[in-house]
């Protein structure tokens, strides 16, 4: 089921990139129309898969990171379409099929646990996946930023520099995505304290439960990342990081994001198995 999006993906990926090299119209349009039809069908197998285990499906890692490049695919086409700007595309829907590969290649199993049976626990996994969609996209952006300083610091406009925003323009959709981020990340991180609490009160014997504490991995890193951005929306109002450090900072936080999303939910073992 997770083949036509990345198909799909992988069309919308060359689209624009022939778009960022030609800055046709109508190559433009073509490339915004297949990521549409994309993010559509990534919609429907995700909507199948909800009325398969009647929930969201992330309650393994494959499924998550499903869940994630199709909440990261809505929140960049929703800037893209709002702004008529697509040069981001070419870094950012290349991510979206990498990632997509995996559950792809590698579905996994839906797994169906008593733990899972309560609201709060899919607002925290759902805000937590949504922040690190807007972080993703805040990391493309600063990344994106430090590109274009680069070639204006060189005084030879060349390439990129006609193709990509302005630094403002990148500044100020880098802030919005770091405050979005942070707002549903801290959303998780609450939600998620105080399903912990309810969850220990109705399961007492469940091994990962008793575990969950802020010496798991996927837990301090969360919170760890909860902390960087934190720091970035603290320095660019008090401090006035913005421009440059807010970029680094933001590539710094999805860096972290990635960490936890992909190496610790594959290679280390933690109570947090979902």
Do not use: C
């Amino acid at each position: 089921m997770n083949l036509l999006p990345l198909v799909l993906y992988a069309a919308a990926g060359i689209a624009h990139a022939v778009h960022f090299a030609r800055r046709q119209p109508q190559v433009g349009r073509a490339a915004t129309t297949l990521l549409i039809l994309a993010a559509l069908s990534h919609t429907f197998v995700i909507g199948m898969q909800t009325m398969e285990v009647r929930h969201v499906p992330f309650a393994n890692p494959s499924n998550a990171v499903s869940t994630f490049v199709w909440l990261f695919a809505l929140s960049y086409l929703y800037v893209e379409i709002t702004t008529d700007e697509r040069a981001m595309g070419v870094f950012i829907v290349p991510m979206l099929v990498g990632l997509q590969l995996i559950p792809a290649l590698s579905p996994g199993v839906e797994r169906i646990d008593p733990v899972f049976d309560s609201p709060a626990f899919w607002v925290h996994v759902s805000s937590l996946l949504f922040a690190y969609a807007s972080f993703g996209l805040a990391g493309v952006l600063g990344l994106t930023y430090v590109v274009q300083f680069k070639e204006i610091k060189k005084k030879h406009l060349g390439y990129f520099y006609t193709r990509l925003p302005s630094l403002q323009t990148l500044d100020v959709m880098n802030a919005r995505a770091v405050a979005i981020g942070w707002l549903f990340l801290t959303l998780g991180v609450v939600v998620g304290a105080i399903w912990t609490a309810q969850a220990r009160a109705a399961l007492p014997d469940d091994p990962n439960l008793r575990a969950m504490a802020l010496n798991d991995p996927k837990i301090f890193v969360a919170v760890l990342t909860w902390a960087v951005y934190s720091f970035a929306l603290f320095a660019r109002r008090t401090m006035g990081w913005s421009g440059r450090r807010a970029a680094w900072l933001s590539a710094v936080g999805f860096a972290i994001v990635l960490l936890n999303f992909l190496p610790i939910n594959y290679f280390v073992t933690t109570s947090h198995t979902f």
